[in-house]
């Protein structure tokens, strides 16, 4: 045998052992009996998965998601009471979605956003699995009157993409009309937070945001940015009439390379595509606790 036949069949042993380690990793269970097939949507209106580079507004009312979202309380809900709440996910068959049918994504398998009808009432909960199989339960106080939306961010470990359902609740009571002028600055927690759009935000073109935290006074104090859920930032956008939400994450993703101390500032991409009035709620971890701020922002068509 030549040196060169040697080599080839090492070259060839070395691919097939290789493949074979590949085709196995592939065949084993990913701990889900659910598959592809039970997220998908026939037809027109099916749900857009996300794109995490360039995040859109996700309309997860209008389209047919492939889940189904159903909720219980233990109590009717009510103003400043805390409540607890079981959720249900399921497949569009009926068949349970339960922890094992979920990847982790941003630290958590399922993500709750949920919004009172005026945008003053923002919450992000995390369920925890419940006793029977596709249930999840967590608590909440709603703050607000009114029909609260809960919008479920998840991925499914069959088609490891984002996916949303939408499920609402009422809480009684008066709803309070308050009118929002649009407003890119809020002091909160001791702290200056301002909200940077672009001159013209406009529907449908990609728009640049910047976040900006600092200390009041002529003094700078370090602000005590820490990390939440993966990231040094969330914000969640809700137009008036809660027909979805997008969610961002700033372009500053490395997390061993905090922003600057005295004055962070984090940079965030995201298209909407329609114009109108809408709630940005930023969320923050400032030494360990979190902090919602909310901005009001318009679109112009
Ligand atoms: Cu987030």
């Not at 109590?75 to 094992?100: M, N, W, Y």
């Not at 005590?224 to 993703?253: C, K, T, W, Y």
Request: include cysteine; glycine fraction near 4%.
């Amino acid at each position: 045998m030549t040196a060169d036949s040697r080599t080839n069949r090492q070259v060839a042993l070395i691919t097939a052992v290789a493949l074979a380690l590949y085709v196995l990793v592939r065949l084993l269970p990913t701990g889900s009996n659910l598959n592809h097939m039970d997220f998908r949507t026939e037809g027109k209106g099916a749900i857009e998965f996300c794109d995490p580079a360039n995040p859109q507004f996700i309309p997860v009312v209008a389209v047919r998601s492939p889940v189904v979202v159903a909720l219980q309380t233990d109590r009717e809900p009510a103003r400043d009471q805390p409540v607890k709440f079981t959720l249900r996910l399921a497949t569009a068959s009926g068949k349970p979605i339960a922890p094992a049918d979920l990847l982790v994504a941003h630290t958590r398998k399922l993500h709750l956003l949920i919004v009172d009808p005026t945008l003053n009432d923002y919450q992000h909960v995390h369920p925890e699995p419940g006793r029977r199989a596709g249930e999840w339960e967590f608590t909440l106080t709603p703050q607000r009157a009114g029909l609260y939306r809960v919008f479920a961010d998840f991925t499914p470990a069959a088609t490891q993409r984002g996916l949303y359902a939408s499920v609402d609740f009422t809480v009684p009571g008066a709803v309070a009309t308050v009118v929002r002028e649009p407003n890119t600055t809020a002091q909160l927690a001791g702290f200056n937070f301002e909200l940077v759009t672009p001159p013209r935000f406009r529907a449908g073109k990609v728009a640049d945001l910047k976040f900006r935290i600092e200390s009041p006074g002529r003094e700078k104090l370090p602000v005590p940015l820490q990390p939440i859920m993966d990231a040094f930032a969330h914000l969640v956008a809700f137009d008036e009439a809660r027909s979805g939400f997008a969610h961002l994450h700033p372009n500053e993703s490395d997390l061993t390379k905090p922003p600057d101390a005295k004055r962070p500032e984090l940079t965030f991409k995201v298209t909407i595509p329609a114009p109108g009035r809408y709630a940005i709620w930023a969320q923050v971890n400032l030494d360990g606790h979190e902090v919602f701020v909310p901005f009001w922002v318009d679109v112009m068509p």
